[in-house]
């Protein structure tokens, strides 16, 4: 499968959405084949505001391809019509394992197409919608193939312009590729500013200071979206959230990316280090391009790269992380001498030991890794929920302020705002009031946080409390968890209740100088 290129301008058309796969339902004319007949379309893999995708068959060469038909309302401009089909040709001279090979590209009854290597695999959009960090060692893995991509193409001087997950690609051997190179510079206006929406190149997510600020974009800017990406992937939640697309690009004009051992304190120093460096604001402060972020990467490598990513694979068996019989060259990537390589958790070490260090190293990650919801667990759905704030009562009556809470998106997040103490400026608490429906059996609680360390007491609530009169009256918490991580799992024995109130006493320190809570998701989990 490949990607849509959708989301290409901050304020664009909505995503692509799984739900087109299998339905022809794009706005063309009803024909079957494209380029005189060679192109056998079957079905559409993907659809969004940019293009659809389609699987398809090359009757001339017998290989299955994917086509990318553009969107009506850039097929019918000739500017970009000319742009894409200019951007599709560079990017065609890129052959690399880890770029997804352009084959053909063409236009006939104001249909615009682009043939391209058929991808049997998840997008990296798709495994991280699981909302569930990435384990260390996959995440080096992953970036250092994303990596070795786009070295591929800065040295031919093409610029990607929007790296992010949906534009990363897992074949079916676990090799990562990454696509629509040029795509979002062949879409997007030549004068690309913030206050032109629907013109600044890359994606609102992840894309770098300088692209909104309309300067020339080099092979920095690749490096500081792959380092965002990373990030989410070890994180499990994005860097950045905003209201809106603009405001949420507009936030790294002024801060700087959080280090991932701030949200996680399992990451490895040196991957922290590695996405530290690449997100700076300041571009002359990250690595210079593709090869020289991957040339950090290798080194933390333990095995294959696409024998660690190929367990991001729907229904993937756990994979031996152990040193593989010939370890990566950090150059070039491909396999050299036993001693260039390190484990992630350590400094060299080589022959058995290093297996052994290895395989201790994994383990050692996975059993630290930041706590996930119990795929058997059931997650109550939440009827509603209330800010609880007896400071500012009328507050509760507002359940717009703590939906961002309860929607399933880790994207968007509730705040009650800054603090100038870590006392929440001597008010006390402040908390969310979830409302089950109905008595139900609960089991624990799941929250995703923006930033870690503030501390959470749980209630469970025969009735609904009255925010007026304050916290007292609600007597002793069920539990109370101090230092709560960016993904933490509070369980006890079951307890039936329908009201129950997570109540912050404890905030979480910003680069600004501020304290702040942050609380991009909850699930309040059942039996299973």
């Known amino acids: 499968m490949s990607s849509t290129g959708d989301d290409l301008t901050m304020m664009g058309a909505a995503s692509g959405s799984a739900g087109a796969r299998g339905r022809a339902d794009a706005p063309w004319p009803d024909r079957s084949h494209l380029g005189g007949g060679r192109y056998r379309l079957d079905?559409?893999?993907?659809?969004?505001?940019?293009?659809?995708?389609?699987?398809?068959?090359?009757?001339h060469l017998a290989r299955p391809v994917a086509v990318?038909?553009?969107?009506?309302?850039?097929?019918?401009d000739a500017t970009v019509v000319e742009r894409f089909q200019r951007e599709a040709r560079a990017a065609a001279g890129l052959s690399h394992p880890n770029?997804?090979?352009?084959?053909?590209?063409?236009?006939?009854?104001?249909?615009v197409w682009l043939v391209m290597e058929l991808v049997e695999g998840p997008s990296l959009r798709d495994v991280l919608l699981r909302r569930e960090p990435l384990d260390p060692v996959v995440v080096g893995a992953l970036g250092e193939q994303i990596a070795r991509a786009l070295a591929a193409a800065h040295a031919q001087g093409i610029v990607h312009r929007d790296i992010k997950p949906a534009n990363v690609l897992i074949a079916d051997d676990g090799t990562v590729k990454v696509t629509d190179f040029g795509i979002a510079k062949a879409l997007s206006g030549i004068d690309a500013t913030l206050t032109n929406p629907g013109t600044v190149m890359g994606t609102a997510a992840y894309v770098a200071p300088e692209q909104l600020e309309g300067v020339d974009?080099?092979?920095?800017a690749d490096v500081y979206a792959l380092g965002v990406v990373l990030f989410e992937a070890l994180v499990g939640r994005p860097a950045f959230s905003g209201d809106t697309p603009a405001a949420t690009a507009a936030m790294r004009l002024s801060?700087?990316?959080?280090?991932?051992?701030?949200?996680?304190?399992?990451?490895?120093e040196e991957l922290d280090e590695i996405v530290?460096?690449?997100?700076?604001?300041?571009?002359?402060?990250?690595?210079?391009?593709?090869?020289?972020?991957?040339?950090?990467?290798?080194?933390?490598?333990?095995?294959?790269?696409?024998?660690?990513?190929a367990r991001l694979l729907p229904g993937a068996a756990a994979v031996n992380v152990g040193r593989s019989d010939e370890p990566l060259d950090a150059a070039t990537g491909a396999?050299?001498?036993?001693?260039?390589?390190?484990?992630?958790?350590?400094?060299?070490?080589?022959?058995?030991?290093l297996t052994a260090a290895v395989l201790l190293a994994f383990l050692f990650v996975r059993d630290t890794a930041p706590e996930t919801v119990d795929d058997a667990r059931i997650a109550w759905p939440v009827a509603e929920a209330r800010v609880f704030d007896p400071t500012r009562p009328e507050l509760v009556r507002d359940p717009d302020l703590a939906r961002a809470a309860i929607d399933g998106d880790a994207q968007t997040v509730w705040s009650p705002g800054a603090f100038t103490t870590a006392d929440l400026d001597g008010s006390g608490g402040v908390?969310?009031?979830?409302?089950?429906?109905?008595?139900?059996?609960?089991?624990?609680?799941?929250?995703?946080?923006?930033?870690?360390?503030?501390?959470?007491?749980?209630?469970?609530?025969?009735?609904?409390p009255d925010v007026r009169d304050g916290i007292e009256p609600l007597g002793d918490p069920l539990t109370v968890q101090r230092g709560v991580r960016s993904v933490q799992r509070m369980e006890y024995s079951p307890v039936e209740a329908r009201w129950w109130l997570v109540w912050v006493t404890g905030v979480s320190p910003t680069p600004v100088g501020t304290f702040t809570i942050e609380v991009a998701d909850l699930s309040v989990l059942g039996p299973g």
Not at 43 to 59: C, I, L, N, Q, Y
Not at 68 to 76: I, N, V
């Open 217 to 220: 974009i080099d092979a920095r």
């Open 335 to 353: 396999f050299a001498r036993p001693g260039d390589v390190r484990r992630l958790l350590g400094s060299a070490v080589s022959g058995a030991a």
């Open 276 to 309: 530290t460096r690449a997100t700076r604001r300041d571009r002359n402060a990250r690595y210079a391009d593709g090869a020289a972020f991957a040339d950090a990467l290798t080194p933390l490598l333990v095995s294959r790269p696409s024998l660690l990513t």
């Open 255 to 268: 801060y700087e990316l959080l280090p991932p051992r701030r949200a996680r304190s399992d990451v490895p």
């Open 99 to 111: 770029v997804v090979r352009i084959y053909d590209t063409g236009r006939e009854d104001g249909i």
């Open 68 to 76: 990318k038909l553009l969107h009506p309302h850039h097929a019918g």
């Open 431 to 464: 908390g969310l009031l979830l409302d089950l429906g109905e008595v139900r059996e609960v089991r624990g609680l799941t929250l995703r946080l923006v930033r870690g360390g503030p501390d959470v007491a749980l209630y469970a609530l025969p009735d609904e």
């Open 43 to 59: 079905d559409v893999v993907a659809s969004g505001g940019a293009a659809v995708v389609w699987r398809a068959f090359d009757e």
